[in-house]
């Protein structure tokens, strides 16, 4: 004890003392914690944890709706991700192990209140595993739990996965059906697109549309979806209809006549028709007996005699018969309507369905091709450079001198779906009437040309050319024909029809379809008269000019001559012919001789060609005087 210490104080302890210090603060000794890796002048903490969590978000999202949609039925195109959905072990193991790495990874951002400590990573990982396979369980229960046994794939409905639990339960049910069960069937509902598999086409300068059948069976449509694809360029359009939006068929089938091939006549309904029709489509097709044809449900066409009848010999549907071309022997159960078509393109079928929601089975391999009908059959009326100017129907065509023995080829042009077929007709006019007919043959383009150059100069890809129908899309062609003259007369050459691959025909009219020539004989000219032709003094004789051809001449000529006088002195001179004789006025001696003819179709100059013109001389008398002497 010190001595400066006074009596009555305490004795503070040195553990007293110690206790009574204040401890030392723990947050001063600890460090503070290390910034995010991503600035706070770019984005608050509260920002970085909102972006990250979206992100997280999204790619959960993604995963369970890509795992789940097989269930809902929803037919929707697959996209990239389509293919890393749940279904197996691997699967399973895979977005585990992808999803402790992405959360591990967002650790090292160090984000305030999403950077989890390495106990809390093994939390998470194991609550992923967990759901994950969770997801494999609900989305292939069989393939999870082996013991169970569960029939039928998972694409037969929303309620598959449930099967699971009833196989368990089966146990405690008893081996007879009790109860009251509902079950909803429902029907095989179908949809078929041009049941007949018919071709179509469509006018040129046709302002109609093109009515497109689809017979629907067991129910009736809601929306119709179809492709409208390019037959040259092969891109596709998505349309969408209404049912209640599309062409109805008329309560009464348009009056065409029909036909059975045999010369026979058969009318609908016993009736004649105004404007009967003549395509042999109203015989295979609209006939509901004898030859007629029959949709069996299908889509194979045949006739009541049961033989198959080959559609691709049949010309296509034109809008005008489009709403009449159906199947006769519909059931109660079929429907049909009308698709609405205005140019040309191939139509397939995508979806159909009906009020409820539920799909129409679309029936296969079905689609309607829709051309452009042939046309054309208008003759060159001239060429300048690389333009062609086409005759036209306004004025009538007018006569066009030719001569006989002449070849020339005349142009036209066609348009359609190649090879095409031309037919010609020249009719001659007068004495016999004579009519002589021809056919052009194989009138089409090199469809590999033409897929060459068009994949060359990039205005086609080379991955579109499958889907391109070039081999259906009209094309205009011009054409020459070779036209002969071997004898005069009047003659009219024409156009009569225009036949497309598909067999539908053409028939050309008006003054543009036709040329008239007018073939005139080649004339020659001589001179009618003897070598030597006697002339008087101050007098004038004719010589006669013959034009030798056959008929009358129908041109006037020209004839060049040459006279050279009696002194040596040559001249030309020009004679008009209007006839077939003309005669020749002369008044000096000389020698005439024909040179040249000059004319339409003027021939040459025959024999005798040459006349010598002589002056007769003038009479002299000699007189003599004699005295006679008387005896």
Same mark, same amino acid.
């Given at each position: 004890m010190?001595s ?5 104080t305490?004795?503070k302890?040195s553990s007293?003392?110690?206790?009574s210090?204040p401890p030392p603060s723990?947050?001063a ?12 002048t770019w984005l608050?903490?509260?920002?970085q ?7 997280i978000?999204?790619?959960e ?9 097989p ?8 996209t990239?991700s389509?293919?890393s959905?749940i279904q197996?072990?691997?699967?399973v193991?895979s ?9 591990y990874?967002i650790s ?5 209140m999403?950077?989890?400590?390495s ?7 194991a609550?992923?595993?967990l759901i994950?396979?969770l997801?494999?369980?609900?989305i #292939? =229960?069989s393939?999870?739990?082996? @013991?169970i046994n !569960?029939?039928g794939?998972?694409?037969l *409905?929303?309620?598959?996965?449930? &099967?699971w639990?009833?196989?368990?339960k089966?146990y405690?049910?008893?081996s007879?059906l ?5 079950i909803r ?6 949809a078929t697109l041009?049941?007949?598999s018919l071709t179509?086409?469509?006018p040129?300068?046709?302002?109609g ?12 449509p809601?929306e119709?979806?179809?492709?409208v694809?390019?037959?040259?360029t ?10 209640n ?5 008329p ?8 036909t ?6 058969d ?5 004649l028709?105004? #404007? =009967?029709e003549?395509?042999?489509? @109203?015989?295979? !097709?609209?006939?509901?007996?004898g030859? *007629?044809?029959?949709f069996?449900? &299908?889509g194979?066409n ?13 010309p296509?549907?034109k809008?005008?018969d ?9 059931a109660?159960?079929?429907n ?14 995508k ?5 409820r929601?539920d799909k129409?089975?679309?029936t ?9 009908c042939?046309t054309?059959g208008?003759?060159v009326?001239e060429?300048k450079?690389d ?9 009538k065509s007018?006569?066009e001198?030719r001569?006989?023995?002449?070849e020339e ?5 066609v348009r359609?779906v190649g ?7 020249k ?5 016999? &009437?004579?009519?002589e007919?021809?056919?052009i043959?194989?009138?089409e383009?090199?469809l590999?040309?033409?897929l060459?150059?068009e ?5 086609d890809p080379i991955?579109?050319l ?10 205009t ?6 036209v ?8 009219t ?19 543009s ?8 004989s080649?004339?020659s000219?001589?001179?009618?008269a003897?070598a030597?032709i006697?002339?008087l ?9 013959h034009?030798?051809?056959?008929g ?8 060049t ?12 001179k020009?004679i008009?012919?209007?006839g077939?004789?003309?005669d020749?006025?002369i008044?000096?001696?000389?020698t ?5 003819l000059e004319?339409a ?8 060609s040459s006349?010598t013109?002589q ?6 008398m000699?007189m003599s005087?004699?005295t006679?002497h008387?005896?």
């Amino acid at each position: 004890m010190s001595s400066q210490q006074k009596l009555g104080t305490p004795i503070k302890s040195s553990s007293s003392s110690s206790t009574s210090a204040p401890p030392p603060s723990s947050q001063a000794s600890s460090t503070p914690p290390a910034p995010p890796v991503i600035p706070s002048t770019w984005l608050t903490s509260s920002e970085q944890r909102l972006v990250i969590s979206a992100i997280i978000g999204l790619i959960e999202i993604s995963k369970l709706w890509d795992t789940f949609s097989p269930l809902l039925h929803l037919d929707i195109t697959p996209t990239w991700s389509s293919s890393s959905r749940i279904q197996g072990p691997y699967s399973v193991i895979s977005w585990t192990i992808f999803e402790i790495i992405l959360v591990y990874s967002i650790s090292l951002l160090r984000i305030p209140m999403l950077s989890p400590s390495s106990k809390q990573l093994a939390v998470i990982a194991a609550g992923c595993l967990l759901i994950n396979s969770l997801c494999w369980f609900i989305i #292939e =229960p069989s393939a999870f739990l082996f @013991s169970i046994n !569960v029939v039928g794939p998972a694409a037969l *409905g929303g309620e598959w996965y449930w &099967n699971w639990l009833y196989s368990i339960k089966r146990y405690s049910q008893p081996s007879h059906l009790e109860g009251v069960h509902k079950i909803r069937l429902l029907p095989y509902s179908t949809a078929t697109l041009n049941p007949l598999s018919l071709t179509y086409c469509i006018p040129h300068d046709s302002s109609g549309p093109l009515y497109i059948p689809i017979v629907f069976n067991n129910s009736i449509p809601e929306e119709v979806s179809y492709f409208v694809r390019s037959l040259e360029t092969g891109h596709a359009t998505l349309e969408r209809i209404s049912g209640n939006q599309m062409k109805k068929s008329p309560s009464r089938t348009p009056k065409l006549r029909i036909t059975d091939g045999n010369g026979e006549e058969d009318y609908e309904d016993g009736e004649l028709s105004e #404007e =009967p029709e003549t395509d042999p489509l @109203s015989a295979l !097709v609209l006939q509901s007996e004898g030859g *007629g044809v029959n949709f069996n449900g &299908n889509g194979n066409n045949h006739n009541h005699n049961g033989l198959e009848i080959d559609i691709s010999k049949l010309p296509s549907v034109k809008p005008s018969d489009s709403l009449s071309l159906i199947p006769r022997n519909l059931a109660n159960s079929q429907n049909v309507l009308f698709l609405t078509i205005n140019k040309p393109s191939l139509i397939t079928l995508k979806s159909v369905k009906d009020k409820r929601g539920d799909k129409f089975n679309i029936t296969p391999h079905k689609e309607a091709i829709i051309i452009e009908c042939p046309t054309g059959g208008q003759f060159v009326a001239e060429e300048k450079q690389d333009k062609l100017i086409l005759k036209n129907d306004k004025s009538k065509s007018s006569k066009e001198l030719r001569c006989i023995g002449e070849e020339e080829i005349v142009k036209f042009q066609v348009r359609g779906v190649g090879p095409l077929k031309v037919g010609w007709k020249k009719k001659s006019y007068g004495t016999g &009437n004579k009519v002589e007919t021809g056919l052009i043959e194989g009138i089409e383009e090199d469809l590999d040309l033409i897929l060459h150059q068009e994949s060359v100069s990039g205005e086609d890809p080379i991955d579109n050319l499958p889907l391109v129908r070039k081999d259906k899309v009209s094309r205009t062609h011009t054409v020459p024909l070779r036209v002969s003259h071997s004898q005069s007369g009047t003659f009219t050459l024409s156009l009569t029809s225009v036949t497309d691959s598909l067999h539908n025909t053409y028939n050309p009219s008006g003054h543009s379809s036709e040329k008239i020539f007018n073939v005139i004989s080649r004339p020659s000219v001589r001179f009618d008269a003897p070598a030597t032709i006697q002339l008087l003094h101050n007098q004038k004789t004719n010589i006669p000019v013959h034009v030798v051809v056959d008929g009358s001449l129908q041109q006037d000529l020209e004839v060049t001559y040459a006279f050279e006088a009696l002194d040596g002195k040559r001249t030309t001179k020009k004679i008009k012919l209007s006839g077939k004789r003309e005669d020749l006025v002369i008044s000096e001696p000389g020698t005439y001789t024909l040179i040249d003819l000059e004319g339409a179709c003027a021939g040459g100059v025959m024999e005798p060609s040459s006349v010598t013109v002589q002056m007769v001389p003038l009479p002299t008398m000699d007189m003599s005087v004699t005295t006679l002497h008387e005896w």
